[in-house]
């Protein structure tokens, strides 16, 4: 065998969540990624956000199309059912699987190739349809598999590991998602796990699609001066421009930061996103001004971070379409075909 | 010489002018007379203006095929006049508008000239210049009313349920349809010699198209998500899911208990259908032959990762775009083959709409007994067209076969899980569905995988997936419908073979050639792979005529691959131009071999 599992090991130390489980429980497999990979580090947040919301694994299906971040659902949840499907089409089968049962909470894995060049459409339409998910990107704006050429996610400029510069202008996720009618657009850094995990919980608490684009270095191809998708790089220019905390539906809401700096946004399930500005202008529940301003900062170099845009009037696929409360999974047979009367009712009309 | 009840007419007109609701109308009377009539559009890929043909065969003896030899053409549409004068059988009959006068090039000394002034009466009679040009059209049905005694009660009685609710609609048409009769009547001699007697053949029988059946059909086989990027000629089929889930599947508040996904494209359509089908869903998209090109990868990720889907194919004239508003039978090796790597799938090929609505049912049953994407191959002329076919029958005991899906009491009492293991031996594993129990957790992958759902790049492991998956298919074959089979009229050592939409056509043929003293075994594949009848047909006969509807022979090359036949005994009959195939094709095709021989 050419995987291998990682045993479960009975640690009854550990902390424990809500219903019982304790972090081990939201593992997977050993991380077949290179050391120091920024994937794993995401995978490790995904994982304390699973963990902190307390859902339980197997009500999870967690989707992926094709390269290293796709490879990553393995890594997480290993009692939730998992898909690594065909390269920039797993927006596709998550719709399709929303569809039949929007009971579960579905995570999609991707990457700057399988979302910004060849499952472009797919990511699109996906954000159109607000399909009630949530949606990483795990951004290193290189083909690692194939050993290094740009993604379109690679900014002008930027050079390769044997020196060569991009001339393309880079598609960035984020703005794309916001120009498409996304209800829930973030930046992170796999760097900070304290930014990113309450980012994700509030991305799995939305009802709608909620993208989060995570600049993950690649440290094989794309970690060399010269690249702005390096670790050093990051770290150096991301600005985090709204913090965002996700306070429990049970909690009490307290504001202790200066006004005009916080945001309450309560979300579907009564939860709460409480965003901590650091810019005293930037609105994050404003399409039009947020795409503005991250525009701005970016021309001065700065690569923004933080839950850039939530919208506070979600309306998913599901309710979209009209569709009943049970999963469509769930309905019985018999609520389904109209039977034999029916049949000999209807052919008056084909004569 | 008069021929009551079994002639053929063709009507000319500009797309966009609402003439098929005039065709549809002579259709339905006609059927109501109880007499047998098929109807074969005839489009553009257009929306208004290009010429469209409306063809209408009445048959006593039932015969559904197209029908070459048209007795009497309605020539409305200038820019095709020419070709639709020269279209007419000697001694046969040309209505005209004569408003304007004829054109003397294009007269045939062999044709009987009819003229109705149809624009001048419906610019008397009626203002505005779309009403005008909509009750032309029914005005020529009251002129053939007249012309070949379609009992005017009867249309009557048709106007009234249609337009029921809107008496100055059902005024109108009517006015329409008596100023066409009463012209027809007084100035030409009514009724020809080729007209219509009441039969009571069609008590029992309906006039659908394939694509309302299949549609109908995925209502009936449970099917709850349907996913979809239009393409003609398969887009009714979606409409008329929609319409029949409106109407069936919708509760008291409005709520839907189907969901339609409209899909950025064909790639996406089957990716929803498969996302679904692992959820737990019927599912299924319909499409044409660029949408199958297109759907490849995905199929392939269905059939290794074994995955339910059903894929309605309306076939069209390929290659490319081809003739969108044409049929054809050009992707039976598409289908079959379809995905790269070593792949085969199931397929059915119903012959008609009543079929169409059976197999629906039948693929979603293989698709998840199976667990791999089914093909429903039809085509724009079963899809499309209106078709006489007996009632549809539902047998209320049908329950939906699931195959093997563990519930959360069977996980729960089992030791462990494993997605692809062949438990049971006939190569068909178990499967489970997300959300159901933690121990029915897998993953499901397009890469390579062992039998216990883990990744390897181990060769005995890979093959021994691959093998399993093979067998399962091959097991298939005895599962989907069985070929129809009609032995000739005495014992022979010829047969013939068909598929999908050319039965019409080969079953009158073989009745013609029969009086010839030809007689033929026939036979029909209704699914792929084919079952050990076929290669037993194939054995029994020393020549075997293979009809379909593709340059280059697709099911011939089926069959020789699929059963090891020599090829030389598969004689090859092909039509493939884009019209239905009629029963003059199968004749020439098989005249042409036993002439030679003799």
């Known amino acids: ?351 | 010489m008069t021929r009551i009840n079994d002639f053929a007419f063709k009507i000319a007109t500009p797309n966009g002018t609402g003439s098929s609701s005039a065709n549809g109308l002579l259709m339905q009377a006609i059927f109501r007379m109880g007499v047998p009539v098929t109807g074969k559009n005839v489009f553009p890929s257009n929306i208004q203006g290009l010429p469209t043909w409306y063809e209408i065969r009445v048959s006593k003896d039932g015969y559904t095929a197209r029908t070459q030899q048209f007795d009497l053409m309605l020539a409305l549409n200038a820019q095709t006049y020419q070709k639709d004068v020269a279209e007419v059988r000697t001694n046969g009959w040309l209505l005209y508008d004569s408003t304007w006068p004829l054109e003397g090039s294009v007269a045939r000394a062999d044709v009987t000239y009819l003229g109705v002034p149809l624009s001048e009466m419906v610019n008397g009679a009626f203002k505005g210049v779309r009403e005008r040009i909509l009750m032309k059209n029914i005005a020529y049905v009251g002129a053939l009313a007249a012309l070949l005694e379609i009992d005017t009660d009867v249309i009557r009685t048709l106007l009234k349920e249609k337009f029921g609710r809107k008496p100055a609609l059902m005024d109108s048409n009517q006015k329409a349809v008596d100023l066409g009769y009463e012209y027809a009547k007084t100035h030409l001699g009514a009724p020809l010699p080729i007209h219509l007697a009441p039969l009571d053949l069609t008590k029992d029988a309906i006039l659908i198209d394939g694509n309302t059946s299949s549609g109908l059909g995925c209502v009936y086989a449970g099917a709850t998500v349907g996913a979809w990027y239009p393409i003609t000629p398969s887009t009714s089929l979606m409409e008329g899911f929609k319409g029949f889930c409106d109407k069936f599947r919708k509760t008291e508040d409005g709520k839907k208990k189907f969901a339609i996904l409209q899909a950025e494209d064909e790639l996406a359509a089957i990716g929803m259908v498969i996302g679904a089908s692992w959820a737990g869903a019927r599912a299924f998209t319909p499409t044409s032959g660029p949408g199958i090109s297109l759907m490849g990868e995905f199929v392939g990720l269905a059939y290794y990762a074994e995955i339910p889907a059903v894929i309605f194919d309306v076939q069209r004239t390929g290659p490319s775009t081809g003739m969108p508003t044409r049929t054809q039978q050009g992707d039976l090796m598409l289908c079959a083959y379809a995905s790269h790597g070593d792949t085969r799938h199931i397929c059915l090929y119903p012959s008609d709409p009543r079929e169409a609505f059976e197999f629906a049912v039948t693929a979603f049953d293989l698709a998840e007994r199976f667990q791999t994407p089914v093909f429903v191959l039809s085509d724009l002329d079963i899809g499309m067209n209106d078709w006489m076919v007996p009632k549809l029958e539902w047998d209320d005991s049908y329950r939906p076969d699931r195959g093997k899906v563990l519930s959360a009491a069977e996980l729960e009492q089992a030791k462990q899980f494993y997605r692809y293991l062949d438990v049971d031996g006939d190569g068909i594993p178990y499967r489970t569905l997300p959300g159901v129990h933690p121990k029915g957790a897998f993953f499901t992958r397009g890469s390579g995988h062992n039998k216990l759902g883990g990744y390897t790049e181990d060769d005995v492991e890979y093959a021994d997936v691959m093998e399993r998956i093979s067998r399962k298919t091959q097991n298939a074959a005895q599962a989907v419908p069985a070929p129809f089979v009609r032995k000739g009229s005495k014992a022979t050592t010829l047969g013939l073979l068909t598929v999908g939409g050319c039965h019409g056509a080969c079953m009158e043929a073989l009745d013609l050639l029969a009086k010839d003293g030809i007689a033929l075994d026939y036979m029909r594949v209704r699914g792929f792979p084919f079952g050990d009848e076929v290669k037993k047909f194939l054995d029994a006969h020393e020549t075997v005529f293979v009809v379909e509807q593709n340059r280059d022979g697709q099911l011939r090359s089926l069959l020789t691959l699929e059963t090891g036949v020599p090829p030389a005994k598969l004689s090859s009959v092909r039509y493939w131009g884009g019209f239905p195939m009629s029963a003059q094709h199968v004749i020439a095709g098989v005249k042409a071999k036993i002439e030679v021989a003799a």
């Not at chain 1, 390269?67 to 659902?73: H, L, Q």
């Not at chain 1, 993208?211 to 001066?225: R, W, Y």
Request: proline share 4%.
């Open chain 1, 1 to 351: 065998m050419t995987y291998i599992a990682k045993p479960k090991v009975h640690a009854p130390t550990l902390t424990k969540n809500e219903i019982g489980l304790t972090r081990r429980d939201y593992e997977g497999t050993v991380s077949t990624l290179c050391a120091g990979c920024g994937h794993d580090s995401i995978t490790a947040a995904i994982i304390q956000a699973f963990w902190e919301l307390s859902i339980p694994p197997y009500k999870v299906a967690k989707l992926s199309g094709i390269g290293c971040s796709s490879k990553t659902p393995t890594y997480f949840l290993r009692e939730a059912h998992g898909f690594n499907s065909v390269h920039g089409r797993m927006p596709a089968l998550m719709s399709g699987a929303n569809a039949a049962n929007g009971d579960i909470t579905y995570i999609g894995v991707s990457g700057d190739g399988d979302s910004l060049s060849i499952g472009f459409g797919q990511f699109g339409h996906a954000i159109r349809r607000n399909v009630n998910a949530l949606y990483v990107l795990e951004n290193n704006g290189v083909y690692g598999l194939t050993k290094g050429q740009f993604s379109a996610a690679a900014d002008k400029g930027s050079t390769s590991k044997k020196g060569e510069a991009n001339t393309m202008e880079p598609i960035d996720g984020c703005l794309m998602a916001l120009t498409l009618g996304a209800t829930f657009v973030a930046r992170s850094f796999s760097g900070d796990k304290a930014q990113l995990v309450p980012i994700l919980k509030a991305g799995l608490a939305h009802k709608g699609l909620a993208f989060v684009d995570v600049i993950s270095p690649c440290v094989t191809f794309n970690d060399h001066e010269g690249s702005t998708k390096s670790y050093a790089y990051t770290r150096e220019h991301n600005v985090e421009i709204v913090h965002a905390d996700f306070v429990p539906p049970a909690e009490e809401i307290t504001a202790d930061y200066a006004s005009g700096t916080l945001q309450n946004v309560m979300m579907h399930d009564g939860s709460w996103v409480r965003l901590r500005k650091f810019a005293q202008e930037y609105d994050a529940t404003n399409r039009d001004t947020a795409y503005a301003y991250i525009r701005a900062r970016q021309r001065e170099g700065e690569v923004l971070t933080g839950l850039l845009y939530i919208s506070p009037d979600s309306q998913d696929m599901h309710t979209q379409m009209g569709t009943v409360e049970t999963p469509l999974v769930q309905l019985p047979y018999e609520s389904l075909c109209p039977g034999n009367a029916e049949l000999q009712k209807l052919q008056a009309k084909f004569r």
